[in-house]
């Protein structure tokens, strides 16, 4: 695998390193030693997948509250989505920044979304499929979620969106706890 820092603290891309032959290929996609001499969470509890049926459908930003804080590992399996993580850990440097990712099922590359940041997607194709590992197991009471629009964030989507569902339509706005803003 080959692991490349971005521009958010803890957040790293991972690309599928390729060992291809006549035949085709063969990757890794995780690889616990890896991940921990690249200093990323190795234990990883719980593999999910959505399948979102039609382009330019948001879902996010979505996010699990401490105790219940997760890493997750996203790969697109089918078609392209953009994913987008915002760093909400107050004592970040990087505190409310977020970035933008492609991840298509012809890349295979994948993003390391580290615990305390908000995530997101949305569809770039008909049909995307994503696959997400995660840190910890699902716990429906530390659910959050910010609006794809908080002015706290001003994520600037790279096409409109036709559909979400109401739950993330309507999260209230996000307060900063670093006293600005």
């Not at 049926?53 to 590992?73: C, F, I, V």
């Not at 194709?125 to 699902?138: C, G, I, L, R």
């Not at 001003?154 to 900063?176: C, Q, T, Y």
């Amino acid at each position: 695998m080959i692991f490349t820092k971005t521009s958010l603290a803890g957040a790293m891309i991972v690309d599928v390193e390729r060992r291809e032959d006549t035949r085709g290929y063969f990757g890794r996609t995780y690889c616990e030693r890896e991940f921990q001499a690249n200093g990323l969470p190795a234990r990883m509890v719980q593999a999910n997948v959505s399948l979102t049926h039609q382009a330019s459908t948001l879902r996010g930003m979505h996010y699990q509250l401490p105790p219940h804080a997760e890493d997750k590992l996203v790969r697109c399996v089918r078609g392209a989505i953009w994913d987008v993580i915002v760093d909400i850990r107050p004592e970040s440097p990087t505190y409310c920044q977020w970035i933008g990712v492609e991840l298509n099922d012809s890349s295979e590359r994948m993003l390391l979304v580290p615990k305390g940041f908000a995530h997101g997607f949305i569809t770039l194709t008909d049909d995307a499929m994503v696959n997400y590992q995660v840190s910890e197991f699902h716990t429906p009471a530390a659910e959050g979620g910010a609006r794809h629009d908080d002015p706290a964030f001003a994520i600037k989507w790279p096409v409109p969106i036709l559909s979400m569902s109401d739950k993330d339509r309507s999260w209230p706005d996000f307060v900063r706890q670093d006293g600005t803003g």
